[in-house]
């Protein structure tokens, strides 16, 4: 297998993993989030509530090269944005369907390893 095929079946395994627990959302995210913001220290900021931001996760951000993904939840809904960022300015922000999101992170982690 080359090395083109071999990258597109881990982003592929990537996307399924990310996929498999989306069924309650808020524990997911949480997931989510701590995973990320552990494997990438400085790239990621994890948003808590609660009093003194100690509760549960509400949001989360991770800065993959030029684009920023941003997931948080609206009325227990998830709200998925993907924004083009160049030298620390925010070029454009566009609203994805979750499964996009999921692909698009995903092949950014892809190409950032």
Not at 7 to 25: I, K, S, V
Not at 40 to 65: E, N, S
Not at 70 to 91: D, F, M
Request: aromatic share 4%; net charge negative; hydrophobic share 50%.
């Amino acid at each position: 297998m080359d090395e083109q095929a071999a990258n597109g079946l881990n982003f592929e395994l990537l996307a399924a993993a990310l996929r498999a627990d989306t069924a309650d959302m808020p524990a997911w995210m949480a997931a989510l989030a701590e995973k990320l913001a552990g494997a990438l220290p400085g790239r990621v900021v994890v948003r808590r509530g609660g009093l003194l931001g100690h509760g549960p996760v509400t949001g989360m951000a991770a800065d993959l090269g030029a684009w920023r993904f941003a997931l948080h939840l609206e009325h227990g809904q998830p709200v998925a944005e993907r924004t083009h960022v160049v030298r620390s300015i925010a070029l454009k922000t566009e609203t994805l369907p979750l499964d996009g999101w999921i692909d698009a992170l995903s092949a950014a982690l892809s190409d950032l390893a």
